[in-house]
Every structure is written in C-alpha cells, then in structure tokens.
C-alpha cells in the first residue's frame, strides 16, 4: 500500500498507536468487531475564479478515505463493558498542501477521530468516557468527556455530561459538529499580523449539560435538559429544552421537542408530531420551526437569525401485495427578519414582491418482487426561492441470492429560483450502483453519476469503494 505523505503520515502513526491500543485491551473480549471502507472519489466542483456564467469552469478532485472502526463488547466476563471507535483518513490527490495551506478550513491530507469512547451499563446505569457524539431536539455535537445516565426500576432518571467540545483545530478533530458561523482557525492571519484575527478560535471550549429523564411510563419518554459553552470565561451557546414522546405499537404515537435559546430568550427549535399506524395504513401530521446553530461569536447570530417554519401532513398506504404508496403535503413560512430603518425592509412588505412561503407536495410509490426492486417519486413546491419540480426513479436487481446487486437511478428537475439565475432551466442525472460481494464480510462497489444541467454544463463522478466487515 503507498503511503500517505507528510502531515498524513505522522496522523497515521498516532492513529496506529491508538488503535493498538485499543486493539491491546480487547483480547479477552468475547465479542470483537472491525468494520473497514476503502472509498476512491473522482468527481468536479465548480470555480468561482477566473469562470464566468456562461462559460463554467469545474476544478477536479481526487480524493482517498478510509474508514476504520474497531468495537469491543463485554471486556469483562458477564459485565456490559466495551469500547466503540471510528477513524477517518483521507487525502486530496487533487489538492497540494501549499494550496490548502492558504484557505481557512482545508486539508490535502489529514485523519479525524469521529468517535472513541469506553462504555459500562448496568443496573439502570451507563457511562461513557472519550470522544463521543450527543443527539438531541438542540443539535448533534461530539466532545471529549464523561457522559453519566442512570434511570431507576419505576423510569425515572437523570443524566450529566461534560468535556471539550470537538473543533476543527483539536488533535485529530473534525469541524463538523462544532458551532456554525465562524473560522476554523485565524493561525493563517495571526502569522500574518492581519489585524482583526482571532486567537480565541482554537481555544478550548468546555461544554457540559444535564437532563432530568422520564422512561416509558405507561407508553410516555420525556426529558428536560440544559447546556452551555464557554470560549476564554465567555458563554458561546445557552440552550435549554424539552422533549416528550408517547407510543404504544401500532394506534396512536405523538412526540414533540423544544429547543429554547437562553442568550437571547427566544424559541430556536421546535417539533411536534402526531401519528396513528394501522396495518395497512398510516397518517401523520408535523409542525416544525427550524434554524441554524450559530456560535456566539459569528455575526449571523445576531444579525442573520431568520427560522423557517414549516407543516406536513403524510398519509402513507401499504395493502398486501408487492406495492407500497405514499402522499405528502408540505407547507413553509420563511421568517425575513430585516432591519425596520432601512429601505430594503419597505421593499420586502409591498404587493407584488417576493412572497415569504411555499406550498408543495410529494407521492410516490414503491415496488418489490423477489429481487426486482423500485420506487417512483415526484416533489413539487412553489413560492418563497421559486419553484421545483422533481421526478426520481429508482430500480435495482439482486444475482445470485444478492451476492451481486445492480442498482439505477433517473432523476430530473425543473428549476426556476428566485434568486440565483443559474439554477434555472431543466436538470437531469443518472447513477449506476453496482455491488459484488467478495465474502461474507467483504463487499466491492462501483457507482457511476452523470449530471447534466446549465450550472455545471457536464459533470461526471465515479466512487470505489471496497468494504469489510468482520466479527470475532
């Protein structure tokens, strides 16, 4: 295998540390999982430099990731005690470190540690200790710490975290779960004595929580938590929220959440959801309010804070037979919030102008027959950004008992957008997923797109992949 070079390599080795690690402290697991994904990625972006609207130019990327994830189960005998982790390598063939070096944010080649952590459960308790990922109606984060769970016999319970929120600057981290709306890193600008940069970007940001839980009660989960972060002593996100969920099996189900912004006292996250299952059909109805996570930090929290809320209401059939049936109605009302002084406010209220909601709608249907599968859907919306039609069509077929797979897909859309001339006209993709099945625990894939559309002209992708999964 080549090697990687430079900054990648020296990642590399402290990740085969890590994991020899890990791997050391596993061997009287009595259960003991690797799961591996080679991905190839030959695909185009398009430049914004030196390209002008009719004449687009699409910069070539070449890209190599593997993914590695090493689970232990029962490390001690009879005891729930183990340990997860996920590790990400890539590389940008594509892109020189010099180059990276000169934008916020990018790396030619580098390893992330997604997630490692050890776990114990018992008793009504769990605790984990390492890089983990938080799920909650607030948002998804990853931190490194100690989260604490304990839930009595009658289902009640409380929960405490804490640690260090992931960032882009930490040792082998990602930006993907950190707080929006701001750099990753003003080194580049520090070096350079660009005045206005940040050092407080790459500083530690403690983030810690605690929620009071409720656990199937007569059909009924509920929680009421809280979490801050801090950046230097400075709170950075205050949130404060509230879940509840109701179901029983088939008949009526409900859940409903809030996420409630304690800086600056107002409603930033909303759902609620009602719904009845039958044997043969279902319907829901949904109501959401929707924005953006920002840091404290970033101007768009204060300046740019506009939710969007939205309705839906589904009804979904599935009588007896190969096919499956679904309708889908979709209702939005984006929240323009523009300072009263100025004439662009004025604007915004006259006739005529650029309404504030959409109205759409999807259906689609499903099929399979023994290892002959497809769908059809079709999507339509109107108003606020313009308006969208969709049709996708989906097949695939599975030879010799699934080992090998075939799978297509026919996608085409009509877009006319309010507000980026480009996205309007006609556009039209396709993709071949092929798969064969080397072993039980190795799969060979190749999947092919072809996108053709007035914003990219013509734009080819081709993904490898190659995965291994085995147990011990």
């Known amino acids: 295998m080549a090697r990687f070079p430079g900054r990648t390599q020296r990642r590399l080795n402290e990740v085969g540390a890590l994991a020899a690690l890990l791997v050391s402290g596993t061997v009287s697991a009595s259960a003991f999982q690797l799961e591996a994904r080679t991905e190839a990625q030959i695909y185009q972006i398009r430049a914004w430099r030196d390209a002008s609207p009719g004449e687009p130019v699409l910069l070539p990327r070449r890209r190599i990731v593997q993914y590695l994830g090493i689970n232990g189960y029962e490390l001690v005998t009879g005891q729930d005690v183990g340990f997860e982790s996920s590790l990400r390598v890539f590389a940008d063939l594509g892109l020189p470190r010099g180059e990276a070096a000169k934008i916020d944010g990018m790396r030619a080649e580098d390893a992330d540690l997604l997630y490692a952590f050890v776990r114990y459960g018992g008793n009504g ?43 882009g600057a930490g040792f082998l981290s990602s930006s993907v779960y950190q707080p929006d709306g701001t750099r990753e890193s003003d080194a580049r600008r520090l070096e350079q004595g660009v005045p206005g940069a940040d050092p407080t970007l790459t500083a530690l940001e403690p983030v810690y929580g605690a929620k009071l839980l409720l656990e199937d009660l007569k059909g009924v989960s ?34 409903a959440g ?21 044997e043969q059909l279902a319907v829901s109805a949904e109501a959401m309010r929707l924005s953006p996570v920002f840091s404290a930090d970033s101007i768009w929290y204060w300046f740019a804070f506009a939710p969007r809320d939205e309705a839906r209401v ?55 027959l023994g290892r002959f599968r497809s769908a059809l859907d079709l999507s339509f919306r109107q108003g606020f950004g313009g308006s969208q039609l969709w049709a996708d069509l989906t097949a695939g077929y599975g030879f010799g008992q699934g080992r090998f797979t075939l799978d297509g897909r026919l996608s085409a859309a009509h877009i006319d957008d309010g507000f980026n001339p480009l996205l309007a006209g006609n556009f039209f993709g396709a993709q071949v997923w092929a798969s064969q099945a080397l072993s039980r625990a190795a799969r060979l894939s190749l999947v092919l797109e072809q996108n053709v559309n007035p914003f990219t002209r013509w734009d080819s992708k081709v993904f490898f992949l190659f995965d291994l999964k085995a147990s011990l």
């Open 125 to 167: 308790f769990e605790g984990r200790l390492g890089r983990q990922l938080y799920v909650d109606t607030s948002d998804i984060l990853a931190f490194d710490g100690l989260r604490v769970r304990y839930v009595s016999p009658l289902g009640l319970g409380a929960e405490v975290y804490g640690g260090l929120w992931v960032k």
């Open 222 to 255: 509920a929680s009421l938590g809280y979490r801050r972060a801090l950046v230097e002593g400075k709170t950075d996100l205050e949130r404060a929220t509230l879940e509840a969920r109701y179901g029983r099996g088939l008949g009526l189900s409900a859940l």
């Open 258 to 278: 809030v996420d409630f912004d304690v800086l600056k006292l107002r409603l930033a996250q909303a759902r609620a959801q009602v719904r009845w299952d039958g």
């Open 314 to 368: 589904r009804v979904d059939f599935f009588p007896r037979g190969p096919l499956r049936y679904y309708v889908q109605g979709v209702g939005s009302l984006y929240h323009t919030e523009l300072n009263s002084t100025l004439a662009l406010a004025e604007a915004a209220k006259e006739p005529g102008g650029p309404p504030s909601q959409t109205v759409g709608g999807s259906a689609g249907a499903s099929l399979r």
